[in-house]
C-alpha cells in the first residue's frame, strides 16, 4: 500500500502552534488531505486540496505543502483540537493510502 | 443532510462470513463514490477501496484485493462490505466514507462505524 509518513505524537500548549508534518514519494503530484479524529468519533475533513478549508473549519487550521512533504498548521491551538491527524493521498496508480497518524496532545 | 448510517456491531467466530451495511441519504447515492476504511483497535485508519454505486465499478486496495467485496443496492441507497471467511485478525471497526463534493475526490462524509469482533 500507499506508504505516508507522519510523526507519532506532537505536543504543544493551548495558544501556541503545531506543525505536523507528512511525506510521501508522490504528494508533489497529489493533492493531500487532513483528518481529525477524536476519541471514539469517525474521521473529520480538516483540509483538503493541500490547503483548502472545508466549510465549517476553523481558520486556524491551514495547510502547506513543500516538495515531498506537506504539512497541517494548527495556530492558536485549543483544547478541543487534541486529537489524532491523518493525511491521506493517492499513488499514482489510484490506490489512496494515510499516514500513520499524528496524536496531537494539549499540554 | 448527508447522512451515512451503518450498522450495528458485531461478534463473529473464526470462518463465519458477515456482510455490514451503510445507508446513505441526503444526496445522490447512485452518483458518488463511497468507500471503507479499516481502523484496527488503538491502530491507524486504513483505505480498503471505493465502489461506484452508479454501476458497481469497485477499486481495492492492493492490502485487500480478494480479501473482502464491496457491493451496493441502489434502490435502498446502501452499500456493503462483505467477508466470506473471518479471521481474528479482521477485527476492527469498519467506516463508509463517501465522496460527495465537486470540489475534490477524497472523502468527505463518513458514517459512525461498525465494529466487528472476531474471535473463538
Known amino acids: 500500500s500507499y506508504e505516508l509518513t507522519q510523526p507519532p505524537s506532537v505536543s504543544v500548549s493551548p495558544g501556541q502552534t503545531a506543525t505536523i508534518t507528512c511525506s510521501g514519494d508522490e504528494l508533489p503530484k497529489q493533492y493531500v488531505y487532513w483528518y481529525q479524529q477524536k476519541t471514539g468519533q469517525a474521521p473529520v475533513l480538516v483540509i483538503y486540496k493541500d490547503k483548502e478549508r472545508p466549510s465549517g473549519i476553523p481558520e486556524r487550521f491551514s495547510g502547506s505543502t513543500s516538495g515531498t512533504v506537506v504539512t497541517l498548521t494548527i495556530s492558536g491551538v485549543q483544547a478541543e483540537d487534541e486529537a489524532d491527524y491523518y493525511c491521506h493521498s493517492p499513488d499514482s496508480s489510484g490506490t489512496w493510502g494515510f499516514g500513520g497518524g499524528t496524536k496531537v496532545t494539549v499540554l | 443532510e448527508v447522512q451515512l448510517v451503518q450498522s450495528g456491531a458485531e461478534v463473529k467466530k473464526p470462518g463465519e462470513s458477515l456482510k455490514v451495511s451503510c445507508r446513505g441519504s441526503g444526496y445522490n447515492f447512485a452518483t458518488h463514490w463511497i468507500g471503507w476504511v479499516r481502523q484496527k483497535p488503538g491502530k491507524g485508519l486504513e483505505w480498503m477501496g471505493i465502489?461506484?454505486?452508479?454501476?458497481?465499478?469497485?477499486r481495492y486496495s492492493p492490502s485487500f484485493q480478494g480479501q473482502v467485496s464491496f457491493s451496493v443496492d441502489k434502490s435502498i441507497n446502501t452499500a456493503y462490505l462483505e467477508w466470506s471467511s473471518l479471521r481474528a485478525s479482521d477485527t476492527a471497526k469498519y467506516y463508509c466514507a463517501s465522496i460527495t463534493s465537486t470540489l475534490f475526490t477524497a472523502f468527505d462524509f463518513w458514517g459512525q462505524g461498525t465494529l466487528v469482533t472476531v474471535s473463538s
Open positions: 465502489i461506484f454505486p452508479g454501476d458497481s465499478d469497485a
